[in-house]
């Protein structure tokens, strides 16, 4: 069974259990991988989260069955794994905006989302320039902040962590340390519900750093590298969303489940590829590997 197919058994198992909160850890297995991953793949594939998915699954057919007339509100609410039917109503009501019994009103409007299939589609849009690079164990040392993949928080926080680094002089002071890789983004200490740590770092050389960073030691690995090219944020995270979305399924890898990171090499003064805002900035994108046969 390829990447593909798992990630539809996956799907296909949130899906049978629209009736109660799904194991997300039964689901990641079904995905081959672990259940941080499965999030944060998830989450760059889809653009929204399992567990958000599977809550809007779950009241599109509770709005279904409630359109269709006939339906009392509280039997709906309990056919759909809620508590209380109180419960329920709160949920539709910030999800469609409006009551489930304003739902029943024949004539009322609702959009729902259809269930999700991933099916492959080359289009050819965009290139991807990639090289397999293999890499020791090694240690990152920086400021950590600790975010989710969860509603895709860590899309948002990340990009505001880069900016309070940067005006608090905390990159400033890990730049001089940077050498010669450059300054790092690191997703690791990562836990199953989704949480992990995002690192601004550097390749610990065994000098002294800034106090109050913090050490994380990074497996050895395969790592495929993609290049991004383009202002940021936008720029790395289409990366990402391309890595996941249309290399990996066609690679013959999976992500190893180690953590992944980015690299924002040193330029000199002036030079565009080191401008964040600028259409020539120049970033990577390491994802370690392993082979979907293994």
């Known amino acids: 069974m390829d990447w593909t197919q798992r990630l539809n058994a996956a799907l296909d198992y949130l899906e049978e259990t629209l009736d109660r909160e799904p194991d997300l850890a039964r689901a990641a297995g079904l995905a081959n991988c672990s259940p941080f991953h499965f999030l944060r793949m998830f989450e760059v594939v889809f653009g929204i989260g399992p567990g958000e998915y599977s809550r809007r699954r779950r009241l599109s057919r509770a709005a279904l069955d409630l359109a269709a007339g006939g339906a009392k509100v509280i039997d709906v609410a309990y056919r759909y794994g809620y508590e209380t039917p109180e419960a329920f109503a709160k949920a539709f009501k910030r999800l469609f905006g409006i009551t489930p019994t304003e739902a029943k009103v024949p004539g009322t409007v609702l959009e729902t989302w259809p269930g999700l299939r991933l099916a492959i589609v080359l289009k050819g849009e965009r290139s991807m320039n990639y090289r397999i690079v293999e890499k020791p ?158």
């Open 137 to 294: 164990e090694f240690r990152v040392t920086g400021w950590s902040l600790r975010t989710t993949s969860d509603g895709g928080a860590n899309m948002r926080e990340i990009p505001q962590f880069w900016d309070r680094c940067h005006a608090e002089g905390k990159v400033a002071a890990l730049a001089p340390h940077a050498m010669p890789w450059g300054m790092l983004g690191i997703c690791c200490d990562m836990n199953q519900d989704g949480s992990f740590s995002y690192v601004i770092g550097v390749e610990d050389q065994g000098k002294p750093l800034p106090e109050g960073t913090k050490s994380y030691t990074i497996p050895a690995a395969k790592y495929a590298v993609f290049e991004s090219v383009g202002a940021m944020p936008d720029a790395i995270q289409n990366v990402w969303k391309q890595a996941f979305g249309e290399w990996f399924p066609t690679s013959g890898y999976e992500h190893c489940g180690t953590p992944d990171f980015e690299v924002y090499p040193a330029f000199p003064p002036g030079d565009e590829r080191g401008d964040p805002s600028s259409p020539k900035c120049y970033s990577e994108v390491w994802i370690p590997l392993k082979s979907s046969r293994s």
